[in-house]
């Protein structure tokens, strides 16, 4: 896989606990079965003894050595209970729904995380990604200097020479329409992950017109965008709006953007909303032999990561090596 021994090497210098909230999954089984035994990783599952080792049993996975943590007989659930009201309260839930919330599975994952018990979270291959991410807005919350939580996917296309092309893509899983300064967080954000991915960023604020060849506040919006990033950004490459084809081929950007320093280079895409965004993203993974890794949340207080529910053991493995990297 690409770029993994970097983070790997990381992690085995400080192994990371991670919770994984569907403990009894088969593919949840067989991730934390490899990661236990690279013993690089701390895997928390959530789920009774009984359920989770005989889901393994079953599967044929070896799981000894998992931390296993069953919400309803935790010991400090009543602590967490307290912690989740405070938290909430102004929100006017009593201190009976706030014990009920953090019985599920996703909510007391992310109390874990708050509390200091485990390090990150990897949750959704069952819960929905709203689901997954709605307990880490309310209780990991935004970091400092941020205003909103967001998401890029890193696309790895592998390569016969060993050069793989590897690509950002924001934002594709949060932020359904998103404004022009939150364009600039998500671009910003997905910048500084990129980087971690060893990509040097050259952005593309994308949109269906190439410097004003159409007309519209939805382009007005992505130029605007492009413009504020280059002056938090001023080592950056940035343009915007392009077209994707002129963002890609330097063919087309000879034509349409002929001065624009990333116009045919760009390798961070930056979408003007979830819709083309999620589009955009699965049309680079199904169509053109990408590998999709993420979403990967930025902008949290802690590292929490959804999986898509149609995920398979590799990509729950791979997620967890990146969230555990990044926290
Ligand atoms: C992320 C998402 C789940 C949040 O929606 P929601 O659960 O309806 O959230 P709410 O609007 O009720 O907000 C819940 C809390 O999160 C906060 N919040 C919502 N979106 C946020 C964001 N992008 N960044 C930071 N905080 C956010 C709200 O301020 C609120 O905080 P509070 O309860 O402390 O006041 C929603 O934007 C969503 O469904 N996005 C699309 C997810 C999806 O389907 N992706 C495609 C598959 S990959």
Same mark, same amino acid.
């Given at each position: 896989?690409? &770029? /993994?021994?970097?983070?790997?090497?990381? *992690?085995?210098?400080d192994? @990371?606990?991670?919770?994984?909230?569907? #403990? %009894?999954?088969?593919?949840?089984? +067989?991730?934390?079965?490899?990661?236990?035994?690279?013993? /690089?990783?701390?895997?928390?599952?959530?789920?009774?003894?009984?359920?989770?080792? %005989?889901?393994? +049993?079953?599967?044929?996975?070896?799981?000894? &050595?998992?931390?296993?943590?069953?919400? %309803?007989?935790?010991?400090?659930?009543?602590?967490?209970?307290?912690?989740?009201? +405070?938290l909430?309260?102004?929100?006017?839930?009593?201190?009976?729904?706030?014990?009920?919330?953090?019985?599920? #599975?996703?909510y007391?994952?992310?109390?874990?995380?708050?509390m200091?018990?485990?390090?990150?979270?990897?949750?959704?291959?069952?819960?929905?990604?709203?689901?997954t991410?709605?307990?880490?807005?309310?209780?990991?919350?935004?970091?400092?200097?941020? @205003?909103?939580? %967001?998401?890029?996917?890193?696309?790895?296309?592998?390569?016969?020479?060993?050069?793989?092309?590897?690509?950002?893509?924001?934002?594709?899983?949060?932020?359904?329409?998103?404004?022009?300064?939150?364009?600039?967080?998500?671009?910003?954000?997905?910048?500084?992950?990129?980087?971690?991915?060893?990509?040097?960023?050259?952005?593309?604020?994308?949109?269906?017109?190439?410097f004003?060849?159409?007309?519209?506040?939805?382009?007005?919006?992505?130029? $605007?965008?492009?413009?504020?990033?280059?002056?938090?950004?001023?080592?950056?490459?940035?343009? &915007? +709006?392009?077209?994707?084809?002129?963002?890609?081929?330097?063919?087309?950007?000879?034509? @349409?953007?002929?001065?624009?320093?990333?116009?045919?280079?760009? $390798?961070?895409?930056?979408?003007?909303?979830?819709?083309?965004?999620?589009?955009?993203?699965?049309?680079?993974?199904?169509l053109g032999?990408?590998?999709?890794?993420?979403?990967? *949340?930025?902008g949290?207080?802690?590292?929490?990561?959804?999986?898509?529910?149609?995920?398979?053991? *590799?990509?729950?493995?791979?997620?967890?090596?990146?969230?555990?990297? *990044?926290?």
């Amino acid at each position: 896989m690409f &770029g /993994f021994g970097a983070m790997i090497a990381k *992690l085995k210098k400080d192994p @990371k606990r991670i919770v994984l909230t569907e #403990g %009894s999954d088969p593919r949840i089984l +067989e991730a934390a079965s490899r990661l236990l035994a690279s013993n /690089f990783l701390k895997p928390i599952l959530l789920g009774t003894e009984e359920e989770i080792y %005989s889901a393994a +049993e079953e599967a044929g996975f070896n799981i000894r &050595g998992a931390q296993i943590i069953d919400p %309803s007989s935790y010991e400090r659930i009543d602590e967490m209970a307290g912690q989740f009201y +405070e938290l909430r309260k102004s929100k006017g839930i009593t201190p009976e729904m706030a014990k009920k919330t953090v019985l599920q #599975g996703n909510y007391f994952g992310t109390m874990l995380v708050k509390m200091g018990e485990a390090d990150c979270l990897l949750g959704g291959a069952t819960y929905s990604t709203a689901d997954t991410v709605r307990p880490a807005l309310q209780i990991i919350k935004t970091k400092p200097g941020n @205003k909103i939580v %967001s998401s890029c996917f890193i696309l790895v296309r592998p390569s016969a020479t060993g050069e793989n092309e590897v690509l950002a893509m924001a934002d594709c899983a949060i932020n359904i329409k998103p404004t022009e300064d939150e364009l600039v967080e998500i671009a910003h954000e997905t910048i500084e992950c990129g980087k971690i991915f060893g990509i040097d960023p050259k952005v593309a604020f994308l949109s269906y017109s190439t410097f004003g060849s159409g007309q519209g506040e939805d382009l007005d919006k992505m130029k $605007n965008a492009a413009e504020k990033t280059k002056e938090i950004c001023p080592d950056v490459l940035i343009d &915007g +709006e392009l077209q994707f084809d002129a963002a890609v081929s330097p063919r087309v950007a000879r034509q @349409k953007a002929p001065d624009s320093p990333v116009a045919g280079y760009a $390798n961070v895409f930056i979408f003007p909303d979830i819709n083309s965004g999620n589009i955009g993203y699965k049309i680079a993974q199904r169509l053109g032999n990408f590998e999709a890794y993420g979403p990967i *949340l930025l902008g949290l207080n802690a590292q929490v990561n959804d999986l898509s529910r149609g995920c398979n053991a *590799l990509e729950v493995y791979s997620m967890a090596i990146i969230t555990a990297a *990044l926290s």
